[in-house]
């Protein structure tokens, strides 16, 4: 409680600070905006930022489901196949060598100015932290729960469905926070190299055509839809993982 | 016989051996103790008899093991093998009755009434939708009991079950082993290194030295029921103190003081 009351007071102290400053500053006018500036920027422009917040969610959202179907499929065929884990985990770290960001240019020319190349940026930035949090989650289920569910005769889809996912899950759900915001970002770097429309593109644009109160806005609302992605992930989290 | 164990041999990745020369013969229905100071192979000739410890690449086992005629393997195929742990090894997403019923539902013959009986018989009516987190230890001991006996198995396997609980729960799970273990004739071979806890479960009683090998063996011979024995713990106890308590004490002793004599000897060499 006593740290809410210090967040809410801080969020107050900067805002009030960052009009202040924008109000009597040209220099921070032109870089910052104004919290009133911005707020009349949105009110005049509301429609194409919210659009651009959509296209962005929407490729976010497709993103973090794509590399979220993919990395579980990627484990049950390691559950069928213990042996591919081995060989799999090898490639997953060695594609963390690249820079995913430096992928982007690549997708655009691959699939288009549209939302598949934002879509496929986003995923490739979900899918290692889902994967290795998966992996490393069923590693650490107990020794004995491995050997009672042989000496049960389970087979491998039973212990998929009664024991590697719900134990699994904790992590499951760690990687899926961290995921949920590098699908956000993931999804503007990849409006930063050509988009139609977006809040990558209001940035770039803001950026080089010097329009404060456009970045402002466009990065409140980048922030916002983080916020909300990782806030859903949370809520899923406490309402399935009840037994910690 | 329905356990026959002739000269097993056992090394992890073909080390030292961990088991030597071990012959064992069990009668259906009855319940042997293995007793024997710590990293004698207790718990490892017990996961050889379920099954485990062969699936492991590079371990070599030598000797003949069958369970009613059958292979380590094709016995635990049957479905009719259960295993408890020293820990309770519980789902801990699941409730106590879910945790109960899995082996039934592993089977795909999931059964309420039967889970229902279970529950009830470990005393766990009113918790039967907590979950494990929300149990105290000797509760998780009586839920993962229920589940072991949740298959009707023909052997059970218990790898210090009972050790990490005070007296007073002890004899309450004794009790509550017995009475199930009567009801389904199951033949039971408890790992331990309670010798108390020997005598009051078992018909036979085999101690092992630090070699992995049988420094003795003794059959119980007593006319008090387990209730009568747990009831009467000291009574019981002094009963069986100069036949069986000390005499395995002693082999006990003696297992472990050989470790040291070759210890001493290699030092010396």
């Known amino acids: 409680m006593k740290n809410k009351i210090l967040y809410i007071l801080l969020s107050v102290v900067l805002l009030a600070a960052w009009q202040y400053f924008g109000s009597t500053s040209q220099t921070v006018r032109l870089l910052l905006s104004s919290p009133s500036l911005v707020t009349d920027y949105f009110g005049q422009n509301h429609t194409a930022l919210l659009q651009a917040t959509q296209t962005t969610l929407i490729e976010a959202v497709a993103g973090l489901l794509i590399a979220t179907v993919f990395s579980f499929g990627v484990m049950i065929l390691c559950f069928y196949f213990p042996k591919l884990m081995d060989f799999v985990l090898p490639i997953m770290i060695t594609s963390q060598v690249i820079p995913l960001i430096v992928l982007a240019p690549f997708f655009i020319i691959l699939l288009g100015i549209g939302l598949g190349s934002k879509i496929a940026m986003a995923a490739l930035m979900c899918f290692f932290p889902i994967f290795v949090n998966f992996a490393q989650g069923y590693k650490a289920i107990s020794q004995n729960i491995h050997e009672l569910m042989h000496i049960y005769n389970a087979d491998t889809w039973t212990r998929i469905k009664q024991v590697y996912f719900p134990l699994a899950m904790p992590s499951i759900m760690a990687g899926l926070k961290i995921s949920a915001t590098l699908a956000v970002i993931g999804a503007i770097v990849a409006e930063f190299n050509g988009a139609e429309i977006g809040l990558g593109k209001n940035l770039f644009l803001a950026a080089k055509r010097l329009e404060p109160d456009l970045m402002m806005s466009s990065l409140l609302l980048s922030t916002l839809l983080g916020v909300v992605f990782f806030g859903t992930i949370y809520f899923i989290e406490k309402k399935i993982i009840n037994w910690q | ?269």
Request: proline share 3%.
């Open chain 2, 1 to 269: 016989m329905f356990i026959n164990i002739q000269n097993l041999n056992f090394a992890f990745n073909k080390q030292k051996p961990v088991l030597n020369d071990i012959t064992i013969s069990l009668a259906k229905g009855k319940t042997l103790a293995i007793v024997g100071a710590s990293g004698c192979g207790k718990s490892t000739l017990l996961r050889i008899l379920s099954g485990i410890l062969p699936n492991a690449e590079g371990n070599s086992l030598q000797g003949d093991i069958s369970i009613y005629g059958l292979t380590t393997e094709q016995y635990r195929q049957t479905g009719k093998l259960a295993f408890m742990f020293q820990e309770a090894t519980l789902m801990p997403h699941s409730t106590v009755k879910q945790n109960i019923e899995l082996p039934l539902k592993i089977k795909g013959n999931a059964n309420e009434q039967k889970t229902n009986n279970l529950i009830k018989a470990v005393g766990l009516e009113e918790y039967s939708n907590y979950l494990p987190k929300q149990l105290s230890g000797g509760m998780k001991t009586r839920v993962a009991l229920a589940r072991s006996f949740s298959t009707n198995p023909e052997l059970l396997l218990l790898d210090e079950p009972f050790s990490a609980l005070d007296i007073a729960w002890k004899s309450k799970l004794y009790v509550e082993l017995e009475k199930l273990r009567e009801e389904t004739n199951t033949t039971v071979i408890v790992v331990t290194h309670d010798v108390q806890e020997a005598l009051l479960l078992a018909d036979h009683v085999i101690v092992m030295n630090s070699f992995g090998g049988i420094e003795t063996r003794k059959e119980i011979k007593s006319n008090y029921s387990i209730m009568q024995r747990v009831n009467n713990i000291s009574g019981y106890m002094n009963s069986v103190y100069e036949s069986y308590m000390l005499p395995i004490q002693d082999a006990i002793m003696n297992g472990q003081n050989r470790k040291n004599e070759k210890q001493d000897t290699i030092h010396i060499a």
